[in-house]
């Protein structure tokens, strides 16, 4: 097995909707993509996951504050949410058309997304990646390199496999935990309907 397959493998991966978009781009390096990644301000797309990464940072540290100055804490959590309802506002401002956008159904992980298309792309071709999770808003740009395109009998007429190439790491930890909270989520309503 080659190294691409065993990684694909080492990712979970779960049948979610999201707000998808993609397009095809020239050929560059790894190291410019993620320079542009890193390097760009935030925009009202990418802001919610840049502040759910640093929140995924904080956490440690508000649990020392929260032993030694409980008030103290407990006002950073609310200046926490004050931001986050900023974010989300600026999001939706700047992004109400994509926002309106139908979600669809991918298979997602980690290491890669699939989805549906009518357009056939080759494998090989660079792509950039636009996904908006739900419900979180949480809005990740990565670029990703097409790993096949097979015909598919669904609503779209192929079927295409997209793993990530440059990405940031906080990105791929917040799809991470998006997979595994929707994973838990499913499980716990499939407890309830049984129960």
């Not at 549906?116 to 660079?126: F, I, N, Q, R, S």
Request: aromatic content about 6%; hydrophobic content about 40%; proline content about 5%.
């Amino acid at each position: 097995m080659d190294q691409h397959a065993a990684d694909r493998r080492s990712h979970y991966r779960i049948k979610d909707e999201v707000v998808f978009q993609y397009r095809r781009i020239p050929e560059t390096s790894c190291e410019r993509l993620i320079e542009r990644l890193s390097d760009d301000l935030p925009n009202a797309f990418s802001i919610k996951a840049r502040f759910e990464a640093l929140s995924q940072r904080m956490i440690p540290v508000l649990k020392q504050i929260e032993a030694s100055a409980p008030a103290v804490a407990r006002y950073l959590c609310l200046f926490d949410q004050k931001l986050e309802l900023l974010a989300e506002s600026l999001m939706k401002n700047e992004l109400g058309n994509t926002l309106d956008a139908d979600p669809v159904e991918v298979d997602i992980s980690a290491g890669g997304i699939a989805f549906g298309t009518d357009v056939p792309l080759e494998p090989g071709t660079l792509l950039e990646l636009r996904l908006l999770l739900l419900p979180s808003l949480v809005g990740i740009q990565a670029y990703g390199r097409v790993v096949y395109c097979k015909p598919d009998g669904g609503a779209a007429s192929h079927r295409v496999g997209v793993c990530y190439e440059c990405i940031l790491e906080e990105d791929r930890d917040l799809i991470a935990r998006h997979v595994l909270h929707r994973d838990a989520e499913r499980l716990r309503q499939r407890r309830c309907t049984t129960d």
